[in-house]
Every structure is written in C-alpha cells, then in structure tokens.
C-alpha cells in the first residue's frame, strides 16, 4: 500500500490564532444566549426587554467586538434582540444597554471595564484560545440538553 497524494484533494488551510479566537467568540455568543434562556429557550432582550427564542436574538456587546481584550470576556456579552442590536449607537439603546450593565455589575466594574478597552492588544496563546475553546463547546452541550435539543 503506498501512500500518494491525491491531486483533486484541497490543501488544509493553516489555522490562525486570529481565526481560532473568532470561531470562540461566535462559540462565547451562542453560549450567553443559551445561558440567559428559559427552559423554553427564551429570553428578554436587555435593551428593549423583549422576549425573544435564543436562535432569533443576538449577543450584543457593550464595549465593541473591536476591543479583543473584551471580545472574549462574557460579561460583556448579553442577549439582545437584532433591532437593538443592530442599532447600537442610537443613544436610547446604548442608554438602556448601560443601565442594565451598571444594575448587573455595578458603575465600578463597567468603568474597569472600559479602562481595559485602553490597554494594548492582548496576545492570545493558541493552546490557551483552543482549551478555552473545548470548555465552551461542553458548556453549550450542556446548555443545549438543558434544553431538550
């Protein structure tokens, strides 16, 4: 038996840590809207408090995504319903995001938070982004047969 390359085969592409921390973040996303839903899948949006099923929301953040020390950081990720999420800068929603941000954590732990967004990039390990990874995708598993799917 030898073993040939297969010329019709695609190469592998090269996994990037930026690509790595992108696929836990979406991973991050799904599990705090599983997290905040009923048993039923639902949750109140914390802008507008709309009910909305976990698969037809979104994972807002408060600081922007662009923050990559905060882009993995779940308590700046909370269930937003598309329409808020979407219109982010409009200042009644942002508003409405911040006082549930300062009831949820307290004025002190926003502003720490939002001292961080000033600190330079942090640099993600690949074996630390993908062992981060695996805890997120057990969680969700768990979350999901919470669920009953």
Same mark, same amino acid.
């Given at each position: 038996m030898s073993l040939k390359k297969n010329p019709n085969r695609k190469p592998r592409k090269v996994q990037t840590i930026a690509g790595l921390v992108e696929k836990a973040a979406v991973d991050l996303q799904k599990l705090v809207r599983l997290k905040a839903s009923n048993n039923r899948g639902f949750s109140r949006c914390v802008s507008c408090s709309k009910w909305v099923h976990y698969k037809n929301c979104d994972a807002g953040h408060y600081f922007s995504r662009r923050h990559l020390r905060l882009k993995l950081y779940e308590e700046n990720i909370h269930v937003q319903c598309k329409g808020c999420n979407m219109r982010m800068g409009c200042p009644t929603v942002h508003d409405e995001y911040r006082t549930y941000m300062y009831d949820m954590y307290g004025v002190r732990r926003v502003k720490a938070m939002k001292r961080l967004t000033k600190w330079s #990039?942090? !640099?993600?390990?690949? *074996?630390?982004? #993908? +062992?981060?990874? !695996?805890?997120?995708?057990?969680?969700? #598993?768990? +979350?999901? #047969?919470?669920?009953? *799917?």
């Open positions: #990039k942090p !640099k993600f390990n690949m *074996e630390q982004v #993908k +062992q981060f990874r !695996k805890q997120i995708r057990d969680q969700i #598993k768990i +979350q999901l #047969k919470r669920l009953g *799917e």
